[in-house]
């Protein structure tokens, strides 16, 4: 793996973690967190700045990886090029409105705190300015529809993958609760959690399809070149994470399990699958397109 590849991975993970947060903050707001087992607000807040404090670490890490990336281990961490790479060059430019947008991000879920209302939003704005700013450092800059395409798969994924992870993560910030109450949070929220499932399922679909079809000369470049195959590796990844999220919204919903059964092992190998997909993005957004070689 290589330092460019680390720091994009480094910073996904934390922004598909707060958009966890603010995708469970909805469906707080939709469903009612008294109808819950515990209310999940306060604990919501506590994450939801500590996932933006991990986000504005990792964007402006993602510069050090980037400066080691260009002059080596030895030399990449020296201020003179960390500088140059930061504040000087054309891809620094374009990093700092990451930098920007993941501190509004901080921000805001420092705010939010206090006050749910304002910090929800100042946050919402810095997390969709993260997600634009992202694609400027990436293959999509220069192409608007690209750019818009790659924007809204992130936050798809997010919307998904990131909810998905955080309702997981929800019972473990509570005071020692038991395993049938941990159960019970699960499978409330997960009941809650499909038609934003579906929501950013149908964004990461319908925007991966589109870039596909944008970065891809040539159907045939999915197995005679390096980023189609990478691209193929995803997609077959992202198929088993939608059939295990099928799969475990049928074993949620229709099966006759009480409400503080454990919940099925599928909904585990969702989430690692998850990751995986999570993974090849990474890769394949520093791997040279088809017409770029």
Request: aromatic share 10%.
């Amino acid at each position: 793996m290589s330092w460019e590849v680390a720091g994009r991975w480094s910073v996904y993970l934390p922004l598909l973690l707060v958009c966890g947060v603010l995708g469970v903050r909805l469906l707080v707001a939709v469903r009612g967190a008294a109808l819950s087992v515990r209310d999940p607000r306060i604990a919501l807040r506590r994450l939801g700045w500590l996932f933006a404090m991990l986000l504005l670490a990792a964007v402006l890490l993602r510069a050090g990886f980037q400066s080691i990336e260009a002059w080596g281990p030895s030399e990449g961490l020296s201020y003179e090029n960390l500088r140059a790479v930061a504040l000087e060059s054309r891809w620094g430019g374009r990093w700092q409105w990451q930098a920007a947008a993941a501190a509004v991000t901080a921000l805001g879920s420092l705010v939010l705190l206090k006050s749910p209302v304002a910090g929800g939003l100042i946050a919402s704005l810095g997390v969709l300015g993260v997600a634009a700013g992202l694609p400027m450092t990436g293959h999509a800059y220069g192409n608007p529809l690209a750019w818009v395409a790659q924007s809204v798969h992130i936050l798809g994924a997010g919307f998904w993958i990131g909810t998905l992870v955080v309702v997981f993560l929800l019972p473990l910030t509570l005071s020692v609760p038991s395993r049938a109450e941990v159960a019970s949070m699960h499978r409330y929220w997960l009941r809650a959690f499909w038609p934003l499932a579906v929501t950013g399922a149908s964004m990461l679909v319908l925007s991966g399809g589109l870039l596909a079809f944008l970065y891809l000369p040539a159907w045939e470049t999915l197995w005679t070149d390096p980023y189609g195959q990478i691209l193929l590796v995803k997609v077959g990844l992202s198929l088993c994470v939608l059939c295990f999220g099928a799969v475990n919204y049928v074993r949620i919903h229709f099966r006759p399990d009480l409400h503080t059964d454990p919940l099925p092992r599928t909904v585990a190998l969702e989430v690692v699958f998850a990751f995986l997909v999570l993974a090849a993005t990474g890769l394949l957004t520093s791997t040279a397109q088809p017409d770029m070689h």
